[in-house]
């Protein structure tokens, strides 16, 4: 088979949540631990960094391989979903796996796990650790796809584990209450395992407490030595923080929600350090202030236009809406306009209820199955005071916006990550 016959029979021969969302997912770990003991326990071989949460795990993954990588370590990174290509969601100091490396991965194994009937997500994670190991990597940051108790990703004993943030999503996996979600997102913290605390409440505090002392586990609260003393945006779309122990440091992801990311970094940096890890502060700064050109990140409050000011942000939940709605807000324009769509398992109507009423809309559906109609979306916004039309593809709401607008105005493309994909593939195609 070919790359692209590939990606296709692994998109097609197993469940993938991105296209029919529960009916991919497995609960529990048979299958993980199955494939694990076939190809020998790779994730053994390496160190790791554990990391979960409802927002946040993308950002805080990637810079801490960002950083780790400035500070001279061989380093794997494995994150989920992909924007544009599979081969994003495994990278080794920032080179995604080769595409024959995939196709002799199932072309070597398929024998195997055919008859396992795996689901996408527990293939792509064999894969993973199996070419991290084989690459010979000093530690891996692993990102939780769903979850963190039952992920498949939780056969892993790691270094640090990391908890960005709790909020209301995937309800029906998880459950309806913080604290119910935050059981499940403990689930990764192992015995002896140091476990940072990116944010809390006081409905999920006590959870983690309980479960790290029942693993005898040190608990990290980010917000009890928070670093970061006050951030604002720079010129080139970054952010600059003064912090309590690092000084001075530019961020290259803009976001304002890339604050309370921040603290958490900073807080597992100086545990890291703690651990013996060597990371000098230019080792931070680097790592900080190049995160998307070291590891390929995308669709974090990117800035893809000038004049107009075109910026994609993946936020794509109520929690990730906190902060883009004020965004979006602030950001000064002569119109706003705003390509729109969302996928089926998320709170659209509060999602929606979050959105500026004085923009231009674009409501949109991604290339999904999972999508919400177009017009089901647009008669939402209508009910919420929205103004704008329906384009049945990404694409062509982009190049409709991007033809009424002015120099002056702001474009905003978002509301779910499949928006985002389908979005940069379009220009990327286009270049």
């Given at each position: 088979m070919t790359y692209e016959e590939t990606i296709e029979y692994l998109f097609n021969s197993t469940p993938v949540f991105e296209k029919i969302g529960a009916g991919a997912y497995k609960e529990g770990l048979s299958n993980t631990k199955a494939l694990d003991d076939y190809f020998g326990h790779p994730h053994r071989q390496f160190r790791s960094i554990h990391v979960a949460g409802t927002n946040g795990k993308g950002s805080v993954s990637h810079t801490l391989a960002a950083i780790l990588q400035s500070a001279g370590y061989k380093v794997g990174l494995y994150t989920s979903p992909h924007l544009v290509d599979f081969r994003e969601r495994i990278l080794v100091n920032g080179v995604m796996i080769d595409e024959q490396t995939v196709i002799d991965f199932v072309a070597a194994h398929r024998h195997f796990f055919e008859p396992l009937y795996p689901s996408f997500f527990e293939l792509t994670t064999a894969m993973a650790f199996q070419y991290f190991a084989s690459q010979g990597v000093d530690i891996a940051i692993v990102e939780v796809g769903l979850g963190g108790r039952l992920d498949c990703t939780n056969i892993i004993t790691p270094t640090l584990s990391i908890i960005t943030n709790i909020s209301i999503d995937h309800t029906q996996f998880l459950g309806d209450t913080m604290a119910k979600i935050a059981a499940e997102?403990?689930?990764?913290?192992?015995?002896?395992?140091?476990?940072?605390?990116?944010?809390?409440?006081?409905?999920?505090?006590?959870?983690?407490?309980?479960?790290?002392?029942?693993?005898?586990?040190?608990?990290?609260?980010?917000?009890?030595?928070?670093?970061?003393i006050r951030s604002e945006v720079c010129d080139d779309g970054g952010r600059k923080y003064a912090t309590k122990d690092f000084g001075f440091l530019h961020g290259q992801l803009g976001g304002t929600y890339q604050e309370k990311n921040m603290n958490t970094i900073l807080t597992a940096v100086q545990e890291l350090k703690r651990q013996g890890f060597h990371i000098s502060y230019d080792h931070l700064a680097n790592g900080l202030a190049h995160v998307c050109e070291l590891t390929g990140l995308t669709g974090r409050w990117q800035r893809v236009s000038e004049r107009p000011l075109v910026i994609c942000d993946t936020g794509h939940n109520v929690g990730g809406w906190q902060y883009l709605s004020r965004q979006i807000t602030m950001q000064p324009c002569r119109t706003r306009r705003i390509i729109f769509g969302m996928v089926d398992d998320k709170d659209v109507e509060t999602v929606i209820d979050m959105l500026p009423r004085d923009a231009v809309y674009y409501f949109t559906r991604p290339s999904s199955k999972r999508a919400f109609d177009e017009k089901y979306i647009a008669a939402i916004g209508q009910d919420y005071g929205l103004k704008g039309r329906s384009y049945p593809t990404v694409t062509e709401a982009y190049h409709t916006a991007m033809a009424e607008a002015q120099t002056d105005d702001f474009i905003f493309i978002g509301g779910s990550s499949y928006v985002v994909a389908d979005f940069l593939q379009a220009i990327q195609k286009a270049q």
């Open positions: 997102k403990a689930g990764i913290i192992k015995k002896g395992v140091p476990v940072v605390i990116g944010e809390s409440t006081d409905e999920t505090r006590p959870v983690f407490s309980a479960i790290a002392s029942e693993c005898q586990s040190q608990l990290i609260w980010t917000e009890e030595n928070c670093q970061v």
